[in-house]
């Protein structure tokens, strides 16, 4: 059996009120937040929570993101980051370390799987999450007492189906993008890569002389670049070179 849930985190202002939620089905889900933080630590929480929520549970867990940042941080740079101390490749101090730490934790003996699935795209599970993170977050900006859910029960309810996997537009991090009608990838627990800016390590300095580019991005394209430049504590054109 496998447990399939939605995690999600909400900032008004990010930062600001924030507000995380997972959601597993109307009797299965919880919530929670902070009178400040960002966004990504709203998402990390989602995370850090459902995974202590279902510690007790041998079952596999299947956690479905609309956060590429949630997802390479956890299957792809967290690795590197250990090895070096939780430092980035570039010496810089890796943000969100306490959230990230208490994740690597928590999945530790466990079978985790993260799959991607676009946000306010009308999945089930994802815009419930989504649904009750923001309203997490509103209730902090309003000083009040946020609905936490009932918790992990698996009683009563049937749980809901798992979202459709979305096609994720072309992320130029990726060692390779996915072919045209390739579903999303499943990322398992299991990394394949450090930290994207690695790669660039013990390459020569470039040569040729330096060449004005202009990139136009979409809204989700620039949300993940963003993302990205702050995970790793850099500015959104520092952020670009490093995927070079």
């Not at 399939?4 to 009797?27: E, F, K, Q, R």
């Not at 676009?118 to 923001?134: I, Q, S, T, V, W």
Request: glycine residues 10%.
């Amino acid at each position: 059996m496998t447990i399939t849930a939605a995690a999600d985190g909400s900032a008004l202002g990010n930062p600001g009120p924030n507000g995380w939620a997972w959601y597993i089905d109307d009797d299965n889900w919880g919530a929670g937040g902070s009178p400040h933080g960002t966004n990504n630590q709203g998402e990390l929480q989602a995370v850090l929570e459902l995974l202590k929520a279902t510690a007790g549970s041998d079952e596999k867990l299947h956690i479905w993101c609309d956060s590429r940042y949630v997802i390479d941080s956890v299957t792809k740079w967290m690795p590197g980051w250990k090895r070096r101390g939780w430092r980035k490749s570039d010496g810089g101090p890796v943000l969100n370390r306490d959230l990230l730490e208490g994740i690597d934790e928590a999945m530790r003996g466990r079978t985790v799987e993260f799959s991607w699935v676009k946000g306010h795209a009308g999945d089930e599970l994802n815009e419930a999450a989504d649904e009750r993170a923001n309203a997490a977050a509103k209730a902090y900006q309003q000083k009040q007492e946020p609905r936490r859910g009932p918790g992990f029960t698996r009683g009563g309810g049937t749980p809901a189906s798992a979202p459709t996997p979305s096609t994720p537009a072309q992320d130029t991090v990726d060692d390779e993008p996915p072919a045209p009608d390739a579903p999303t990838p499943v990322a398992s627990a299991a990394p394949l890569w450090a930290e994207a800016s690695d790669l660039l390590d013990g390459l020569d300095a470039p040569t040729a002389e330096p060449i004005a580019l202009q990139l136009t991005l979409s809204g989700e394209e620039h949300a993940r670049l963003r993302d990205r430049a702050e995970a790793q504590g850099v500015s959104l054109e520092q952020a670009l070179r490093r995927l070079i």
